[in-house]
């Protein structure tokens, strides 16, 4: 089947094709998804979109007057997608459910201790011959108290990475997981948690729910100079809120591998453009707040299983009319 791929970057070309085998005919599109780059999926069956392509009702239309009845996204999230138009227009939608969940519990793991150990200011010290060790100072991650949110594969890999470093975990779920029960996790209310630890890390999905859960009333309820990770979704913070929380110190350390408005500037380089968010500029200006731009799943495991997943969905899909993991 000819299938568009949308969002195309040099990695996903070479393991697609090493997943595919020559299998189906992949037209790499570089542009991002959106109602003026859709019809580029004309002659295509299926159409492979990302993270921040925007799957819209607009876009679906298109899709279906062009005879494209599958998108297969090469992501695990579909908050990007409008379902209930999908629904309507009979276009399947198709995902990657899990793919490495150790590349992002792995990440938020690195951020902490890049944070805790100013990783990021001795770098950029030491090749300017710059070796004081002023301002430098961490803590020990052992015997601290860590909150997981969150505890299904990602947040249950955290769990056991954190346990492994002698830490004393919690957690806060709506759902406990029986594997995080087993190995002893105490679940707490969120206030609870936020108020308990030393270091709390975000594994939630972005929902109705959880959009801006860590916003003015969590950070009144945290331990004051507490770190705080977000490898999950942008919106799960409020960011606004989190910049008040480090000026005042009531956040003492930040790490982000997302965030809100990210889908304007992450995935291109960006470095010869007046970047015009200034919420985000301002967190680049802390010494305390290290910043990625969504790379915790970024590793080859993840990249082979991914592209693996998308191929069967697609090929699943030409063989029987049905995806392997669709979402409904
Ligand atoms: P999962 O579905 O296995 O686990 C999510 C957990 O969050 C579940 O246990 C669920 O019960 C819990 N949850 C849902 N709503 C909640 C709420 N209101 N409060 C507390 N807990 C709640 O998902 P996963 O595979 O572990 O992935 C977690 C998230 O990580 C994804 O949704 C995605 O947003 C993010 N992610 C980020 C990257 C990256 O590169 N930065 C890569 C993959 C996934």
Redesign the pocket.
């Known amino acids: 089947m000819k299938i568009a791929v949308f969002s195309t970057k040099a990695y996903d070309r070479r393991f697609l094709d090493a997943a595919a085998g020559g299998q189906h005919a992949l037209d790499y599109i570089e542009a991002r998804l959106s109602l003026q780059t859709a019809p580029l999926a004309r002659g295509a069956g299926a159409v492979c979109a990302f993270a921040n392509d925007r799957v819209d009702a607009g876009v679906l239309t298109e899709f279906k007057s062009l005879g494209v009845h599958l998108v297969a996204l090469r992501?695990?999230?579909y908050n990007n997608v409008d379902l209930a138009a999908a629904k309507v227009l009979g276009v399947t939608i198709a995902r990657v459910?899990?793919?490495s969940?150790a590349?992002?519990a792995e990440?938020a793991v690195a951020l902490m201790l890049a944070l805790d150990r100013n990783i990021h200011r001795a770098y950029a010290r030491v090749r300017e011959g710059n070796f004081a060790l002023e301002g430098l100072l961490g803590f020990n991650l052992s015997g601290k108290t860590v909150g997981v949110?969150?505890?299904?594969?990602?947040?249950?890999g955290v769990v056991r990475i954190m346990q492994g470093f002698g830490c004393h975990v919690l957690a806060?779920?709506?759902?406990p997981?029986p594997v995080c029960l087993e190995a002893g996790i105490k679940y707490l209310s969120?206030p609870e948690l936020l108020g308990a630890c030393d270091v709390i890390t975000l594994?939630?999905?972005?929902?109705p729910?959880?959009r801006h859960?860590i916003g003015a009333e969590a950070i009144g309820q945290m331990k004051r100079g507490m770190m705080l990770i977000n490898?999950?979704?942008g919106a799960?913070v409020d960011t606004a809120a989190l910049i008040e929380g480090i000026k005042t110190g009531a956040i003492g350390h930040l790490g982000l591998?997302?965030y809100e408005e990210e889908a304007k500037l992450f995935f291109a380089d960006r470095s010869d453009d007046v970047i015009g968010d200034d919420v985000f500029e301002r967190l680049l200006t802390f010494p305390n707040v290290l910043v990625t731009g969504?790379?915790?799943?970024?590793t080859r495991e993840a990249l082979t299983a991914i592209a693996q997943t998308t191929i069967e969905n697609i090929t699943a899909f030409e063989r029987t009319g049905r995806a392997l993991h669709e979402v409904t």
């Not at 949110?149 to 249950?156: D, K, N, Q, S």
């Not at 969504?294 to 970024?298: L, T």
């Open positions: 992501a695990a999230g459910p899990a793919y969940p590349a992002i990440y949110v969150g505890t299904g594969r990602i947040g249950a806060h779920d709506l759902r997981n969120l594994h939630c999905p972005l929902t729910a959880t859960l490898t999950s979704r799960v591998d997302v969504h790379q915790a799943f970024f």
